[in-house]
């Protein structure tokens, strides 16, 4: 998710029901979940631990799942450090910092390779020897970042003041770097009045498909790129929904929300002070054709089989809609809304109420109010 304040939270399906709790508990599932401070499983609608937990303190986001998925990687910001915490024992194994203030991602490549991210640096750490192998900048004008198999892959703009063609880059474990130039994707800022302090901003999306190791690069009224991270190679397809009819600019976010499709929304500026929704779409990678799930959309989120649509206006988020991948609604909901995140039954939604910020655990398919926790500590850890 791209401008949302998340506040931490992102969604996990973990394992079946635990045996104690009763027939109804019993038929629930279990996330895994920082809650108050205490990493464990709980009850997905309760939020009550199901079995041990492990006391991890400010650690939970973001977060990555070793190769053999036996142990997880938090981190921390403000400073920046990783704990490892082992999943079968829930033990803590080690704790380390980093040269930073911040963590903004986590991949876990290999057992002895974890690439951490920082808003300006690339680290590779060694979760056995607890000590960082290698660091570097990241390039100047990046844009965007994931997570890939191997590493990270980002975007980058040309260079200071000035909207050209995007380069990808791909950085993995050895911090080995390869680049391709994106000719038919634009990006980058431009200042087109200085005593007005105006600008034309160009941000394209990046989604990845993990299966297929590929990653899918969306502007405004250009070409989607699909690049295979293992070659480089870039084939473009068609031309997007919506023209880029605006003059100072405009941006996407991309998400790979499987089945084929990649998930997009964002924002066109026509003016220097007005801010259009681009609307939630769906790309089927199968035929390349577009099509419209919500016009009112400008942000994103994705979960299992599920899309998540915001409505912004003037920095809040003032709306949230769910639909399933074939578009249709399931819910929708008013309010303002600081993040939201899925599992595989229960959507998570905080809400504004008053001056406090309530955790709402809905169902995924009605959005029927199945619990509601006021100011919760609490962290749902990556799928």
Do not use: C
């Not at 799930?293 to 979960?303: F, N, R």
């Amino acid at each position: 998710m791209s401008r949302l304040l998340l506040l931490g939270l992102l969604a996990v399906v973990a394992a079946a029901a635990g045996a104690a709790g009763g027939a109804e508990s019993a038929s629930r599932p279990v996330v895994l979940a920082v809650v108050n401070g205490h990493l464990g499983h709980v009850d997905a609608v309760t939020l009550k631990p199901v079995g041990a937990s492990v006391p991890v303190g400010r650690f939970g986001f973001p977060s990555a799942r070793s190769p053999s998925g036996s142990q997880v990687a938090l981190a921390a910001s403000q400073p920046a450090a990783v704990r490892i915490v082992d999943l079968r024992t829930m033990k803590r194994v080690n704790t380390f910092g980093l040269n930073a203030s911040e963590v903004d991602a986590l991949s876990w490549v290999t057992p002895r390779a974890i690439l951490g991210e920082s808003s300006v640096a690339v680290y590779r750490i060694d979760p056995v020897r607890r000590r960082v192998v290698w660091s570097g900048l990241l390039p100047d004008g990046a844009l965007g970042l994931r997570a890939t198999p191997d590493g990270f892959v980002l975007l980058s703009s040309p260079g200071y003041d000035e909207i050209g063609p995007t380069t990808l880059t791909t950085i993995d474990a050895a911090g080995r770097r390869r680049s391709v130039l994106l000719d038919q994707i634009r990006s980058g800022i431009h200042e087109t009045d200085p005593n007005a302090s105006a600008v034309d901003e160009q941000v394209p999306g990046l989604a990845v498909d993990r299966a297929t190791d590929r990653a899918y690069v969306v502007g405004a009224g250009e070409p989607v790129a699909e690049v295979d991270l293992k070659t480089l190679a870039v084939v473009y397809h068609g031309g997007s929904r919506t023209l880029a009819k605006s003059s100072t600019g405009s941006w996407r976010d991309a998400e790979w929300a499987g089945n084929g499709l990649i998930a997009v929304a964002g924002q066109d500026n026509p003016t220097a002070d007005a801010q259009l929704p681009s609307g939630l779409d769906l790309i089927d990678t199968a035929t390349w054709t577009w099509r419209q799930v919500d016009p009112q959309a400008d942000d994103l989120s994705t979960g299992p089989g599920t899309l998540l649509a915001f409505e912004t206006v003037s920095g809040q988020t003032l709306g949230l809609a769910a639909y399933d991948l074939a578009g249709n609604l399931r819910f929708r909901l008013a309010g303002t809304v600081g993040g939201a995140s899925v599992a595989s039954s229960t959507a998570y939604v905080w809400l504004l109420a008053g001056r406090t910020w309530r955790l709402d655990v809905l169902d995924l398919a009605t959005g029927r109010v199945l619990n509601s926790v006021k100011s919760p500590s609490f962290t749902l850890l990556s799928r």
